[in-house]
């Protein structure tokens, strides 16, 4: 093995991956508070009146950021848990632990947040729409893999179990994406594109961008402090916790 | 600014309920996700340090 190769696989231990993290989140919570502080600015004081939909449009600022992280995220936990299953790190199957509770609270989001704008909007809180529908599944798809893992004591089981179930729910994230495409949904179409220029004011995409920043920022932080509480339980019992816990 | 006063601005436009309540509970779940996280290293460093302290003394 050559040098390089061991470097790149350093923190792929537990313990320093412990350190690594510990030295990461402060920097990336920082970046999400000075983020989100511009981007709320921006949404409220910046981005001008909807021509169509008055004040009530200002939702899209934590809407839009909260659907995407809970789809990304979902794709980052499947790809950590399925890297586990093929490479039987223990590091992967801790990553996709720590990543679900934030994916199911940004799913949660997503759902409230587009209910609180469907309501003034459509004049309903809820529809059994394709886009709406398949969001539901993905947080049933976070809860469901929370409750497996808590339901399995021996935690290298518990991963491997969730790992499969992360894979298979897969599947659901492109239909989640596509489903405005492929359905006639009341939900309307994607807000930002790659493809095509902007249809909205600049200043309302530069503030859903910033928020969308802002909100990956966030989630490393959470998702490095939590994997570090994880870390600390999972290693209870090695002599490396006796010493950084003294 | 579009903006002619505070109350304009906490009125929304009329929307105030929904875009108060968006942003709100947002906030809601970010500060509650991050005490629970805190919390959780703060029990478990305790129920650390009680174990290892108790290992130490029996042996």
């Not at chain 1, 320093?16 to 993290?21: C, D, E, S």
């Not at chain 1, 179930?165 to 495409?181: C, E, Q, T």
């Amino acid at each position: 093995m050559s040098s390089q190769d061991i470097h790149w696989f350093k923190f792929a231990s537990p313990q320093n991956f412990y350190r690594l993290a510990g030295r990461m989140w402060p920097l990336f919570a920082t970046l999400a508070a000075i983020l989100a502080a511009i981007g709320l600015w921006i949404s409220f004081f910046v981005a001008p009146t909807d021509a169509q939909q008055g004040e009530g449009y200002r939702i899209i600022f934590v809407h839009v950021p909260a659907s995407q992280m809970s789809m990304f995220i979902y794709l980052v936990m499947a790809g950590w848990a399925g890297f586990g299953l093929a490479f039987n790190t223990r590091l992967s199957g801790m990553m996709a632990s720590a990543l679900a509770p934030t994916g199911a609270l940004f799913a949660f989001l997503s759902l409230v947040t587009g209910s609180l704008w469907g309501k003034p909007m459509w004049g309903a809180w809820w529809v059994w729409d394709a886009r709406l529908t398949s969001e539901l599944i993905l947080l049933f798809l976070y809860l469901g893999f929370l409750a497996l893992q808590s339901s399995i004591d021996d935690p290298r089981r518990a991963d491997k179990a969730c790992a499969v179930l992360a894979l298979v729910g897969v599947v659901n994230v492109p239909i989640i994406y596509f489903s405005v495409k492929w359905w006639n949904t009341l939900h309307q179409g994607a807000s930002m594109s790659l493809t095509k220029s902007p249809t909205m004011a600049a200043a309302m995409l530069w503030g859903m961008l910033i928020m969308v920043v802002a909100f990956w920022m966030y989630t490393i932080a959470v998702t490095l402090a939590r994997v570090r509480n994880i870390i600390l339980d999972r290693e209870r019992h090695t002599e490396w916790v006796k010493h950084a816990v003294e | 600014m579009q903006w002619n006063s505070a109350s304009e601005f906490f009125a929304m436009g009329g929307y105030a309920l929904y875009v108060w309540g968006s942003f709100g509970l947002t906030a809601a779940v970010v500060l509650v996700e991050t005490l629970l996280i805190r919390s959780q290293r703060q029990e478990l460093l305790r129920s650390l340090r009680t174990e290892f302290l108790s290992e130490r003394t029996s042996s």
